[in-house]
């Protein structure tokens, strides 16, 4: 494996333009110093928001207003991104923040004054033709009135933007920029350079010394800070804690799932029926020994290739073939889009130094929606590729179909249309070969999918339930405590075949989704959803449905316009029960049986 290169060295071709947002820094540093002023003009709204035509005036102003910082924010964001260490960019994105909760704070008490109207005038600004383009944002802030407060307070509050977000930014600064794990070496004494961003590749690989190496030593960096960690998960919990109670939620749980109008009840179903079918994961932590060979297996095992040799590298012309063959079925239009997209520089695509880990897609209403990848040429780096440009696919549809205050789809739905890229990607390259020894490594994938993102995620919710609910009952969130809860959560989920190796105790600290309390809950719901959405625009691709695709594109184009389980519902998913959670680890079943089956001829 290649040493890392320094941004600079890069090959432009494999990397997002960011010069559709500014042509350069100068340029963003001109609008910022523009912005500066707006929190004086926001704030001369006060007092006048009793009548439909100042309610409109000022969210048009609020609306034109986001999308400028938006802009902003993104861009800043992006440059940080591509080189954690670099302080300009760091200095650019503080910046940013600190004109973001300016306006919030200068903004606060538009809320209030709003739900401090008596309910007639409320309805009457809400129901007004002038007011009809932000109806539905106007009826949902209706529904918060019991969870706003005053203007005094609401100001208080988002002046503490900066300071609030403060765990989770020192988290990613230590992991990202600080955290140095220096190199290991493989069976043949070779050495390997191990970073967050190439952790998991080091992990896929065959050569099982360097992966136990790896894996002890990436977990021995966080392991030696994880007292810095546990207090900015602490922090973080606590902040959240504070924040539901203020807002008379009964628990910061309640408070985040209540965000998006779903029901707690939508989390609890998704951890009980999968604790109902955790045997089939211990079924598959059985094949995955068996087909190793090892006696015992081990949290460094588990994204080993069951099949020697089956780790072939696709170059990124290869993986892009292998996007637009498996996104077919979703029409020539999307396909379209999609092409434009690889060729339109939204996506950055390999590792250099100091490049954050991991992948994403961001953006903004005014921008392209660009792709992170770390891209690795491993098929599961191909399978991130796809994951993303469904993301971005839907952001792409929502901006285009939606005005901006409806653009953003709510993180209850955000991780669907990702996964149904990457189901249709695994049924296309199982279609292509009958080969056992290929069906098998397609099959696995398949079978890593529903382990990473159902029972995993689903583990990570657990988690975090878990560990809100003590600090709400008083218990300080230590080192020990922490550790303590994942351990056991992780014995739970991987069964007594499965070593609980001391090192994956601290694997918490390395997850920044848990900085967005009671997010990762969605990636299961969404896979699910997925699994039926994708069987059913392949069923219809194969001429035995009808309607699927385009209600599952009328979905994609509908931003926030509606409630996330009532736009899952236009696709054809309701989970406001648990049948859809049942429905796609059914199919988890039906994938290990066959996956069972090849191995038994093996």
Known sequence: ???????????????????KMYASDEDWERDLEALKGEAEKIASFRGSLHTPENVKNYLDYETELERKVELLDCYAALRFTEDTRQEKAKSMQARAMNLYVALMTAGAYAEPELLSLEQELLEEITESPLTEEYRVLLRRLADRKKHTLTTAEETIIASFGEVLAAPGETAHSLEDSDMVFGSVKDGEGSDHEVSGSNFVFLESQEDRVLRKNAFETYYAGFKGHINTFASTMQANVKREAVTASLRHYASSREMMTGAERVPVKVYDNLIEAVRRH?????RYVRLRR???????LHFYDIYAPLVKGSQKIYSFDEAKEMLYEAVAPLGEDYVKAVREGC?????????????????????????EPYIMLNYTGTLDSVSTLVHEMGHSM????????????YA??????????????????????????????????????YLENFKGTVYRQTMFAEFEKQIHELSEQGEALTPQALCGVYGKLVEDYFGPDMVIDDEIRYEWARIPHFYTPFYVYKYATSYSAAVALSEGIRAEAQGRARGNVKNYLEF??????????????HAGVDLSTAAPIDAALDKFASVLDEAEKIAEKL
């Not at 290649?2 to 960011?18: G, N, V, Y």
């Not at 087909?291 to 015992?296: A, C, H, P, Q, W």
């Not at 994609?556 to 519902?569: A, I, N, R, T, V």
């Open 1 to 19: 494996m290649e040493p890392l290169k320094e941004r600079s060295k890069m090959d432009p071709a494999f990397m997002w333009d960011l010069t």
């Open 278 to 282: 955790l045997p089939d994961m211990y």
């Open 290 to 296: 068996k087909l190793l060979g090892v006696d015992s």
């Open 343 to 367: 060729a339109g520089g939204w996506i950055d695509v390999y590792p250099n130094k100091g490049k954050r880990g991991g992948a994403f897609s961001s953006g903004c209403y005014d921008s």
């Open 394 to 405: 839907h952001s792409y549809l929502s901006r285009r179909n939606q005005p901006p205050q």
């Open 408 to 445: 953003h789809y709510t993180l209850f739905v955000a991780e669907v249309a990702s996964t149904v890229n990457e189901n249709l990607l695994v049924e296309h390259l199982l279609e292509q070969t009958e080969d056992p020894a290929e069906r098998l490594s397609l099959l696995n994938q």
């Open 556 to 569: 994609l184009s509908m931003g926030c316009s509606k409630d996330p389980l009532e736009e899952l519902q």
